[in-house]
């Protein structure tokens, strides 16, 4: 098992025939991504070589799915579209399968793009949002696996560690991290720095505890907004699977962007201290320095028996 | 991006948004004629800076720091005295306690009509990330710092979500209205305001309207006092032309922009360890471990996904304009990056700066191992490092260790 995408999950990508969709198609296809299709308004009817294999491109995401029975999206698809991709997909998704997952990876979109994008999603049930401004999301398996995003697929491996971050490069890091133990993972969510997005912590913290192959949890977080907080108090009474957290940003000034649109401390609210405090609260084992995630995951896994 | 209370107020005017006559000024002659202009016998002389506090701000002169003026809005009765606050307002430093201590230089000016004033409210719109929507927050305690409200007051401060597909309801304008204490004409004027103000939210991308504050005038009129209004830059796609003209560039870090401008994302800070790093969060953890082992952290700097040679160089010759940096962590973790791609970037712009400072370089993930080799056969003087932790007390130690 494994959380949300299977490692043979048929995929489609919206974007595809641009430079990123393309590169990205390749680097995820040659991982071993069941990549179905694509889609470009305007190019449908054509193909686009991946490498590997050549896939069909259609004209919207509707037919893209009608002729594939895809299992999720991935959009590469640049901001001023970005959300009416995502919208396309929810639906499309929603009436034909009544179920599916896409995958935002563009940064830059409007945030009331993003606002009406989410509240669209929400109103479909089975359709999951993840980013945007994300990695993506990673099912390593046995021979490859699924790989919906950017992240580079060779530092992965099948095991039992499910991370959960906000951060690209930083995920990286904590994925490096798990392999420093000899851990691997069973699926790896970047959930996005954009101050309004789909899938959240909680989300995936209760998919990872539902999960059987995932036994426990690394959870990425950074300054700006309260999500850290609501998890931590989440896992307190939910999860019983241990977690190891750590939150950038303890030496971010007030009132000033880190990069991440939503990585900003406003009105003394989203201090990393708050939200470290707040993973200490709901007794989540807590790393300071990103380079010992793996030393303090070792400790939590002896802890709870499973070492 | 921020605007100016002029430039918010301009907007509020053409959506239909009441708030009182009143003139941009750049010059003390300027606010004289604005002053002659308005024929309000009393006017409210205002400095324009991109932060708030300005009423209870201290002005001070740029060349010796004097105190010139308590309070940076003052009331004038007459035409000698905003042709004196206007004297005391322009060219002088403005520190408020959301300005830090170097405070703002006042360059713009606004002079606008008086009012009078039955009470005064706080409203604001911004986008709650939590809820995923649009929040309307309002208070009665107007004219207050609306974080000590929260604090102390957390009763005083009412909130509406707005649904995305549904838009701002009346209901919810009337029941907004009615939390404040407003009834009958007053009622009725800010139901009439408060969609305009959320069509001046919706399409300007704003990313915060603040009116601290908006008041009930003594006929039962609502008036914004106030705009305090921000626009999400995801956005500037859609608003290129009217938001270059409202730009004031002399309010932003001269580095900064143009950090932007090569596709880096550059916050100064006060330490002397200069940090290179691919991605926001492990450029913030960074700054962190830094400091966990005793430095600290002279910027934040990003440079992206798929930096090239250029943007490299172009990031170390913005951490060197820092005449406080001793040293610099370069710490990359390659995905769609390689690492040999940055070894050689990192040494070209070495080699064209002349890079004096102690550099520690940190290279994890894609062709990792190609990227060590191209640094380890430079003959220039660069410390490698295997891990985060490892670089950073390397470089703290390089600089003379623990502050």
């Known amino acids: 098992m494994s959380v949300w995408i299977n490692e043979d999950a048929k995929v489609i990508v919206q974007g595809i025939t641009g430079n990123q969709g393309q590169f990205h198609s390749t680097k995820m296809a040659e991982y071993g991504t069941n990549i179905v299709g694509g889609c470009t308004p305007g190019k449908g009817g054509q193909t686009v070589d991946l490498g590997v294999k050549e896939v069909p491109v259609w004209d919207s995401v509707q037919d893209a799915i009608v002729e594939t029975n895809a299992d999720a999206s991935i959009v590469y698809v640049p901001p001023p579209f970005a959300a009416g991709a995502i919208m396309e997909a929810a639906e499309a998704f929603d009436r034909i399968k009544g179920e599916g997952v896409i995958v935002c990876i563009t940064e830059g979109i409007p945030t009331l793009d993003m606002v009406k994008a989410v509240a669209y999603v929400s109103d479909r049930p089975g359709v999951r949002l993840i980013g945007p401004n994300c990695p993506g999301i990673i099912t390593p398996g046995e021979n490859g696996g699924a790989k919906l995003g950017i992240m580079p697929g060779h530092i992965h491996a099948k095991g039992r560690i499910g991370i959960v971050s906000k951060s690209g490069t930083l995920t990286y890091e904590a994925v490096a991290q798990t392999m420093s133990i000899g851990e691997g993972q069973s699926t790896c969510i970047g959930i996005g720095g954009d101050p309004v997005n789909g899938t959240g912590f909680i989300d995936c913290l209760a998919a990872f505890e539902t999960d059987p192959q995932t036994e426990a949890i690394v959870m990425i977080g950074e300054i700006g907004g309260t999500a850290e907080e609501e998890a931590a108090a989440w896992a307190k009474e939910n999860v019983t699977k241990p977690i190891v957290g750590f939150v950038a940003g303890a030496t971010a000034p007030p009132g000033k962007r880190m990069g991440h649109a939503g990585a900003i401390i406003s009105g003394g609210k989203g201090t990393a201290a708050e939200k470290f405090a707040a993973f200490e609260a709901a007794g989540i084992h807590i790393a300071r320095d990103p380079s010992v995630i793996g030393t303090v995951l070792k400790q939590a896994l002896q802890e709870s028996g499973l070492l | ?403």
């Open chain 2, 1 to 403: 991006m921020n605007i100016h209370e002029y430039q918010g107020k301009r907007l509020f005017r053409e959506a239909g948004v009441a708030v009182l006559d009143g003139r941009h000024c750049t010059s003390v002659n300027d606010a004289v004629e604005a002053y002659d202009a308005l024929g309000s016998k009393v006017v409210a002389v205002k400095s324009q800076i991109h932060a708030g506090g300005r009423g209870k701000g201290i002005l001070y002169s740029p060349e010796n720091r004097d105190l010139v003026m308590e309070g940076g809005v003052k009331i004038a009765f007459s035409r000698e005295e905003v042709e004196t606050y206007a004297q005391k307002i322009l060219g002088n430093i403005l520190v408020t306690k959301q300005t830090g201590e170097e405070g703002k230089l006042v360059r713009h000016l606004y002079v606008e009509s008086g009012c009078d004033i039955a009470h005064e409210y706080y409203l604001a719109m911004l986008v709650d990330r939590e809820e995923k929507s649009v929040l309307i927050m309002a208070s009665t305690e107007g004219g207050m710092d609306i974080e000590e409200v929260a604090e102390n007051h957390p009763d005083a401060i009412h909130k509406v979500w707005v649904d995305a597909h549904a838009g701002l309801m009346p209901f919810q304008t009337r029941n907004l209205g009615a939390s404040l204490g407003l009834s009958g004409a007053s009622l009725k004027s800010f139901s009439k305001m408060l969609p305009k103000l959320y069509h001046v939210f919706i399409s300007n991308d704003c990313s915060m309207v603040e009116i601290n504050p908006l008041v009930k005038t003594s006929d039962d009129q609502i008036i914004a006092l106030d705009a305090k209004v921000g626009f999400d830059s995801n956005a500037e796609f859609r608003h290129n032309a009217s938001w270059d003209e409202m730009r004031d560039m002399s309010e932003e870090e001269e580095t900064e922009i143009r950090a932007s401008e090569a596709g880096l994302s550059y916050v100064k800070l006060d330490g002397n360890i200069g940090c290179l790093v691919n991605g926001a969060g492990l450029a913030m953890a960074t700054m962190d471990v830094i400091q966990l082992y005793g430095g600290e952290p002279a910027n934040f700097l990003d440079v992206g996904g798929g930096a090239n040679e250029e943007q490299v160089t172009t990031a170390f010759s913005i951490i060197l304009e820092d005449p406080n940096v001793k040293g610099i962590l370069v710490n990359i973790f390659g995905g769609i990056m390689r690492c040999d791609i940055i070894a050689r970037g990192v040494i070209a712009a070495v080699e064209n700066l002349g890079l004096e400072v102690p550099l520690v370089v940190r290279l994890a993930g894609t062709n990792v191992d190609q990227g060590k080799e191209i640094l380890a056969s430079s003959t220039l003087n660069i410390h490698p490092a295997d891990d985060l932790a490892s670089g950073a007390q390397r470089i703290v130690e390089l600089i003379g260790g623990v502050n």
